[in-house]
């Protein structure tokens, strides 16, 4: 997607469309995630992407996907991995990984739709540069709302945390949020990119 020039109030009409508060959170939760990392290879002098920017490129994208399948019925294999989806892998920077993750046996804040949450069994924490790489997992106790915001959350850990075979970061998934995965994945995934 190429920097735009930018453009007055007037040049955009206004679209809207209603959505439930879990779809809401976790889309613009995806909203955010894109367009800071769409404005991180942005040059100073370029124009920055706003949310609108990117709500507009993913749903002209997503049309196009959409109108290229000969079906719109839904597959039984893509609602039984959704089901499955029972971990949640977290990105974390080294410090909070040991200061939290490792010492407090818990992570948070975290965002997480009400959808997903009931289904989770697993956290995994991926570790940022200098290590590039998910080596922890816990089994989940609870998870409980945050005070400062009820829209995140808690997760405390069935015990300590323990190290795996480390799953380094691939080429085609990003590790700026939280992502979901198998937890049987994690036993064999080399690389990031087969978790999704």
Avoid at 112 to 123: A, C, E, T, V
Wanted: charged share 30%; net charge positive.
């Amino acid at each position: 997607m190429k920097p735009k020039k930018k453009k007055n109030k007037s040049d955009y009409p206004i679209m809207a469309f209603r959505v439930d508060e879990d779809s809401k959170s976790e889309l613009m939760a995806e909203v955010d995630r894109l367009t800071n990392l769409y404005n991180d290879n942005v040059r100073d002098d370029e124009y920055l992407f706003r949310k609108n920017d990117i709500i507009i490129e993913a749903l002209r994208e997503g049309l196009k996907l959409l109108c290229k399948k000969e079906t719109m019925k839904p597959s039984c294999t893509n609602k039984n991995r959704a089901n499955s989806l029972d971990t949640i892998v977290v990105p974390t920077r080294a410090e909070s990984f040991q200061n939290v993750f490792i010492k407090q046996n818990c992570w948070h804040p975290v965002r997480i739709s009400k959808k997903q949450k009931s289904k989770l069994k697993y956290i995994a924490a991926y570790v940022s540069a200098p290590t590039q790489a998910i080596t922890h997992y816990a089994k989940i106790k609870s998870i409980e709302p945050t005070t400062e915001d009820p829209t995140k959350y808690i997760i405390y850990f069935d015990g300590k945390a323990k190290e795996i075979r480390s799953i380094p970061r691939g080429q085609r998934l990003t590790m700026a949020g939280p992502i979901y995965c198998e937890y049987k994945l994690l036993k064999s995934a080399k690389s990031t990119d087969q978790l999704k």
